[in-house]
């Protein structure tokens, strides 16, 4: 658990100090793919607490979760429907609410609580 | 936490699924003790509280005043952005130029020639802006027919901030200079301005820009298009390279006093 | 009891995602400070360039000033300061670049109260057009000068609306709005009563909508002088003139 804690925050810690940046027009690319990125990457933390984490299916899945995502934001801007991309921030925003849920209980259970 | 030995992972989550269900079911249960103790019943009103806060400023926020910039919408902004950003290079060629002015002047020692011709340029300018020369030069003249005599003074109103939006540096309607305090009256055919009676077909003439001048002009909901669906109304305009507009009548104060600066 | 949550490949991808987020607070970061122009945020682009202008004004005041003092040395020291500075002045004046006090009236307009159930929130709003006709009656009736919330009205002066805001020459300017005018105070309060137009605003409008609409009378209006500049850009000087 701590480990994961301080994976996080050396990314965070490695980016900002690197200020390393993108252009402006990327940046909803951007967004939409740290989100699915966040939907993996807590449905690997599910996983894991839940005993069914395997390594492929993860990485797999955290590959084809963000590639999707600025799939998706690429065939709006090109379509012209732009808000095509709150497509998938809805799904991909309830998936991270609902494994949120999950992992909290469990970790309750782990922890004792409750 | 229940006693789990080294059950294989199928029968591990099995488990731990029934360890969920059966903590729910506790869980409920002492849902119903802590309602009846009213403990719940405490952390539910502290959450309303806190949604009822949360609402008020919700409302307050989205009710402020009309001059709020994050309201405004982005075409909104992007007029006044074009607006401020041509007023400040103005202001900043003239800041340049009055620098520039200095340092020569400083540098001409006691010849103050150049001193009193750069200022006489000014002056000239300055006057015919004002509206005390005649002025020449490019812009648009607007030829409108008004048979039906509909038209307001309001309209004319509306006619020379176009015009002005437009950037016009100078404007004449029927024969007579508009600056500032020039006003608009009457209706119903018997149009006048300053005073002075206006016809039923007017010129109007304008300094500037052509181009601008007449896409002001001709804006969608401006006046051309708004008007010419007036009966009997016909408007013209034409872009010239070489138009003259007269001097306005003296400017006196009587009731005012300028103050000097 | 941790061992199931230390997985090698969580532990990597999840660094991974905090070096996005980092980088999509750099890029954020670096467009609202460096660039103005490209921000996302084209408010704050608006208040930088009120800002820009406020010191120009500034700038430009100050530096008038002096060469107002270099010019009247010159003046004098070739014998034509009396008819140079009288020139001068009477060209200021008459372009608004000076201040004028005198009698006159002060007139609010604001926006009106709360919208009513089926009301278009447009009739609760003052616009340019309602500013413009209470303008045009009173420099109809003569007065001799003008100004909006401190913003003098001279011969190039636009009055028109952007969004819900009010632009004269380059001021974004708010509800309230408060118009001077400098002339006989009685004749002006009869004009903008007497204007078809105008006078609606403090009679039905003001009744059915709560605009505020007040004119008073007073002997010492101050109004504001010009903070723009007179440089033409297409004109050519032409010939005549008033002496």
Redo the contacts between chains.
């Keep these: 658990m701590l480990a994961l804690l301080l994976a996080l925050a050396l990314g965070i810690a490695l980016g900002l100090l690197t200020n390393i940046s993108i252009p402006a027009a990327l940046l909803t690319y951007l967004g939409v793919a740290v989100l699915a990125a966040i939907d993996a990457c807590l449905g690997g933390v599910k996983a894991a607490l839940e005993q069914t984490f395997d390594d492929k299916a993860f990485v797999s899945g955290f590959i084809t979760n963000t590639l999707m995502a600025a799939f998706i934001v690429f065939v709006g801007d090109r379509i012209g429907v732009r808000e095509l991309y709150l497509a998938a921030v809805v799904a991909f925003g309830v998936r991270v609410f609902d494994n949120l849920g999950t992992v909290r209980s469990l970790l309750f259970h782990r922890w004792g609580w409750e | 936490m229940g006693v789990v030995g080294e059950l294989n992972p199928r029968r591990k989550l099995v488990h731990l699924r029934d360890e969920s269900w059966r903590r729910i079911v506790e869980s409920e249960k002492a849902v119903e003790r802590s309602f009846q103790e009213g403990r719940l019943f405490v952390s539910l009103a502290a959450g309303m509280l806190l949604v009822g806060f949360l609402l008020v400023g919700q409302w307050r926020g989205y009710a402020s005043l009309s001059s709020d910039l994050s309201r405004q919408s982005d075409q909104s902004l992007g007029i006044i952005i074009e607006e401020i950003t041509a007023e400040n290079s103005e202001l900043r060629n003239e800041v340049l130029r009055l620098e520039l002015r200095m340092l020569e002047a400083e540098r001409e020692g006691i010849d103050r020639s150049e001193v009193l011709n750069e200022a006489a340029k000014e002056l000239s300018g300055l006057r015919v802006m004002a509206g005390l020369s005649a002025a020449s030069g490019p812009g648009v003249t607007i030829v409108i027919e008004d048979q039906e005599k509909v038209l307001l003074a309001q309209d004319f109103v509306a006619l020379v901030h176009d015009l002005r939006a437009g950037g016009a540096e100078a404007i004449s309607v029927d024969g007579k200079r508009v600056i500032g305090i020039s006003g608009f009256a009457g209706e119903g055919g018997d149009l006048e301005m300053d005073g002075a009676a206006l016809a039923h077909s007017h010129h109007v003439v304008a300094l500037g820009s052509p181009s601008d001048l007449e896409q002001a002009v001709e804006l969608p909901g401006g006046f051309v298009s708004t008007l010419s669906t007036f009966p009997g109304v016909t408007i013209e305009v034409s872009q010239e390279e070489s138009l003259m507009v007269p001097a306005a009548d003296t400017i006196q104060f009587i009731y005012g006093e300028p103050t000097t600066q | 009891?941790?061992n199931?949550?230390?997985?090698p490949?969580?532990?990597?991808?999840?660094?991974?995602?905090?070096?996005?987020?980092?980088?999509?607070?750099?890029?954020?970061?670096?467009?609202t400070t460096a660039h103005p122009e490209?921000a996302?945020d084209?408010?704050s682009?608006?208040?930088d360039?009120?800002n820009?202008?406020t010191e120009?004004?500034e700038?430009?005041?100050d530096?008038?000033?002096?060469?107002?003092v270099?010019?009247a040395?010159?003046?004098e020291?070739?014998g034509?300061s009396d008819s140079?500075s009288r020139?001068?002045?009477?060209?200021?004046?008459?372009?608004?670049?000076?201040?004028?006090?005198?009698?006159?009236v002060e007139i609010l307009l604001g926006?009106g109260g709360d919208v009513a159930v089926d009301g278009d929130p447009n009739d609760y709003?003052i616009h340019?057009?309602d500013i413009?006709?209470v303008v045009?009656?009173?420099?109809?009736?003569g007065?001799?000068?003008?100004e909006i919330n401190g913003e003098?009205?001279?011969?190039?002066?636009?009055?028109?609306c952007?969004?819900?805001?009010v632009?004269v020459?380059?001021a974004?300017?708010?509800?309230p709005y408060v118009i001077r005018a400098?002339?006989?105070p009685g004749e002006l309060e009869a004009a903008v009563a007497d204007d078809?137009?105008a006078s609606l605003l403090f009679t039905s409008y003001k009744a059915q909508y709560g605009l505020q609409a007040e004119v008073t009378e007073a002997e010492d209006i101050v109004?504001e002088?010009y903070k723009?500049?007179?440089?033409?850009?297409?004109?050519?000087?032409?010939?005549?003139?008033?002496g």
């Design positions: 009891m941790a199931n949550l230390n997985r490949a969580l532990i990597v991808v999840i660094g991974v995602l905090g070096f996005l987020v980092a980088i999509s607070f750099n890029t954020t970061k670096q467009l490209r996302s084209l408010a682009v608006v208040r360039l009120e820009q202008r120009l004004q700038r430009l005041a530096l008038r000033g002096d060469m107002d270099l010019e040395e010159a003046a020291d070739a034509i140079y020139e001068l002045d009477q060209a200021r004046q008459a372009a608004g670049l000076s201040g004028v006090t005198g009698p006159g926006d709003l340019d057009t413009t006709a045009n009656a009173l420099v109809a009736a007065a001799e000068a003008v003098r009205v001279v011969a190039t002066t636009p009055i028109r952007a969004g819900t805001t632009l020459n380059s974004r300017l708010g509800s400098v002339g006989d078809p137009i109004i002088p723009g500049t007179f440089r033409p850009q297409y004109l050519l000087s032409g010939q005549g003139g008033q």
